[in-house]
Antibody, heavy 119, light 107 residues
Framework: EVHLVESGGVVVQPGGSLRLSCAAS????????MHWVRQAPGKGLEWVSL????????YYADSVKGRFTISRDNSKNSLYLQMNSLRAEDTALYYC????????????WGQGTLVTVSS | DIQMTQSPSSLSASVGDRVTITCRAS??????LAWYQQKPGKVPKLLIY???TLQSGVPSRFSGSGSGADFTLTISSLQPEDVATYYC?????????FGPGTKVDIK
């Protein structure tokens, strides 16, 4: 059974940094691209970032480009999101999600980790 | 970037009703369109991909259609457990933009 477990969400001050992690199990991690998606409180879903199966290609939403960095460690079945220069509008529940294959939609999601940016 | 819109933003229907939600892309995306269901307080769930392919385990009352820029999600007979917000998503290329969502509840 596929499991995705995010961690690292905390309350952080504006301008601060944070690294989120996602531990994956139940599938061959290095066969699939992975994504981060966020959802601000009471709002809709916003795609944040994609990393290819081997980490060789990465993509970002314009709202986070230059501030966030996605990475993965296939030896540890783990996905990461380094978040710098955090803003109040980055406050959200951050989900990691597994790509269905071939940069397709997302067939499995974690439960999310809450990031709150506030002074 | 391609923008995604959905209509209506919310709807209320009776149990057993046929419900249709529309999603429109600002440019053609072929059939690279997915639908997700998010029940209150829960994680999003993939319902349909490639515009009309039902994800494994999804009830057959859900169906999708469309190609190019206009797509629809249909629930043939609304059930109480279908109360949720439904999102479309393009995935032909990054950014993998979601629509704003359609909230469905029971009248």
């Amino acid at each position: 059974e596929v499991h995705l477990v995010e961690s690292g969400g905390v309350v952080v001050q504006p301008g601060g940094s944070l690294r989120l992690s996602c531990a994956a199990s139940g599938f061959t991690f290095d066969d699939y691209a992975m994504h981060w998606v966020r959802q601000a409180p009471g709002k809709g879903l916003e795609w944040v970032s994609l990393i290819s199966w081997d980490g060789g290609s990465t993509y970002y939403a314009d709202s986070v480009k230059g501030r966030f960095t996605i990475s993965r460690d296939n030896s540890k079945n783990s996905l990461y999101l380094q978040m710098n220069s955090l803003r109040a509008e980055d406050t959200a529940l951050y989900y990691c999600a597994k790509d269905i294959g071939g940069n397709g939609p997302f067939d499995y999601w974690g439960q999310g980790t809450l990031v709150t940016v506030s002074s | 970037d391609i923008q995604m819109t959905q209509s209506p933003s919310s709807l209320s229907a009776s149990v057993g009703d046929r419900v249709t939600i529309t999603c429109r892309a600002s440019q053609g995306i072929s059939n690279y369109l997915a639908w997700y269901q998010q029940k209150p307080g829960k994680v999003p769930k993939l319902l349909i991909y490639a515009a009309s392919t039902l994800q494994s385990g999804v009830p057959s009352r859900f169906s999708g259609s469309g190609s190019g820029a206009d797509f629809t999600l249909t629930i043939s007979s609304l059930q109480p457990e279908d109360v949720a917000t439904y999102y479309c998503q393009k995935y032909n290329s990054a950014p993998f933009t979601f629509g704003p969502g359609t909230k469905v509840d029971i009248k």
